[in-house]
């Protein structure tokens, strides 16, 4: 199975600053199409998951551009800059290259 | 698009559950479907997948205990869980293919 590794576990931020959420995979992430299918998802509390970033950096409908993804193979990161508090959450990457899907462990973004 | 999960609460250790996702908003029998967990406090947990085509997968955690299934008419999603464990008790979210719509979850409580 492919393990995917978060760091850090959580980040206090203030408002208005910026963010780096780290994701690290233990196999290449590159499917044999040619795609890299590593997702961001955010989880708010008491809500289900949402998609911000597929395929490492397409931000989906609606995501605002102040979340970027980017990175390759092994290695990716989301940023996101000018933090508000609808933003505070746990962030998940995951992949969707090879079954089993797996997930990181989360990244619990709180205010400073 | 929506998705409106079922079917979940309180079951004894081997007994039987049986979820299901309506959905809405979409052609439901054009996507495949996933379903992922997550236990009280913990990360996201793939289950299953199903092609649009019913071809399916399945994390090892389930394989041979829970069966994931489509009704394409009915637009609804199933997870029939078998054999349960205290292991399984989770919020069991259904997500399309893309991960780009989850449903709201249902939670599945597995104690004697």
């Known amino acids: 199975d492919v393990v995917m590794t978060q760091t850090p576990v959580s980040l206090s931020v203030s408002l208005g600053g910026q963010v780096s959420i780290s994701c690290r995979s233990s196999?290449?992430?590159?499917?044999?199409?040619?795609?890299?299918?590593l997702s961001w998802y955010l989880q708010k509390p008491g809500q289900s998951p949402q998609l911000l970033i597929y395929?490492?950096?397409n931000r989906f409908s609606g995501i605002s551009d102040r979340f970027s993804g980017s990175g390759s193979g092994t290695d990716f990161t989301l940023k996101i800059s000018r933090v508000e508090p609808d933003d505070l959450g746990v962030y998940y990457c995951g992949q969707g290259t090879q079954y089993p899907y797996t997930f990181g462990a989360g990244t619990k973004l709180e205010l400073k | 698009v929506q998705l409106v999960e079922s079917g979940g609460g309180l079951v004894q250790p081997g007994k039987s559950l049986k979820l299901s996702c309506s959905a809405s908003g979409f052609t439901f029998s054009s996507y495949g479907m996933h379903w992922i967990r997550q236990a009280p406090g913990k990360g996201l947990d793939w289950v299953a997948y199903?092609?649009?085509?019913?071809?399916?997968v399945y994390a090892d955690a389930v394989k041979g205990r829970f069966t994931i299934s489509r009704d394409n008419a009915k637009n609804t999603l199933y997870l029939q869980l078998n054999s349960l464990k205290s292991e399984d008790t989770a919020i069991y979210y259904c997500?399309?293919?893309?991960?780009?719509?989850w449903g709201q979850g249902v939670m599945v409580t597995v104690s004697s």
């Open positions: 395929k490492v950096s």
């Open positions: 997500a399309r293919m893309w991960g780009d719509y």
């Open positions: 199903i092609s649009s085509s019913s071809g399916t």
């Open positions: 196999q290449s992430l590159v499917h044999n199409n040619g795609n890299t299918y």
